[in-house]
């Protein structure tokens, strides 16, 4: 294979150039169906090619696999909608749990997961549950690792003043499939100092309430 120098380069890319402004000079508004070919031939490539590469590369399935376990009765995970993040977790208990004002409770889930190795399942509060009835997860997100093979159980806490029941097969908390940098792409490196930012170590409400 010859590899070009930079003059020999620098010269084929500017005549290159030329012929494809030469090309679109004399094309009118409206160009014919035949213009994509006719530029490509003078290039030296084959558009039916090039499409049918094109074509291949996206065909391509990108879905990465989430293996589970489901040991109860009810449904298996599922996004409820196209394009929702999280899927619905329900509570895997056979009698009701009460949660006082404060309370808080490890609730299992009868389900198991494999993730892959790149990504983390997060542990996620239910909106309807946290704006109506100060319901949440107390270590939002919770982390599941992708070498976890154990039940995944939800940490709930009652942040209200009313007591709280929890039921058989209630939606309690919802999972999210996220990418996280782990040992394989990321390494810590000790420094001395850090480089400066026009915010550096400003925090905890230094740029205001309003």
């Known amino acids: 294979m010859s590899i070009l120098g930079d003059e020999e380069l620098e010269n084929s890319m500017k005549e290159t150039l030329k012929k494809l402004q030469d090309m679109s000079s004399g094309l009118d508004d409206k160009e014919d169906e035949s213009t994509d070919e ?42 409820n909608h196209k394009d929702d993040s999280g899927f619905d977790i329900r509570a895997n208990i056979e009698d009701d749990i009460v949660l006082s004002s404060l309370d808080r409770a490890v609730i299992p889930t009868g389900l198991f997961f494999q993730v892959h190795e790149d ?60 990418y996280v940098l782990k040992e394989r792409w990321s390494t810590f490196k000790k420094i001395k100092k850090l480089a400066s930012t026009t915010r550096n170590s400003g925090g905890l409400g230094s740029t205001g309430k309003n």
Request: net charge negative.
């Open 38 to 79: 006719k530029i490509f031939e003078s290039l030296g490539l084959d558009l039916d090619e090039l499409k049918k590469i094109s074509e291949e590369s996206f065909d391509v399935d990108n879905t990465i696999d989430i293996s589970f376990r489901n040991t109860t009765q009810f449904e298996d995970p599922k996004y």
């Open 119 to 178: 990504y983390e399942l997060q542990i996620r509060p239910r909106s309807g549950l946290a704006a109506k009835y100060g319901i949440t997860v107390l270590n939002t997100p919770g982390t599941i690792d992708s070498n976890y093979r154990g039940e995944i159980k939800v940490i709930l806490i009652n942040l209200s003043k009313e007591e709280y029941t929890i039921k058989r097969g209630d939606r309690v908390a919802q999972g999210v499939i996220a």
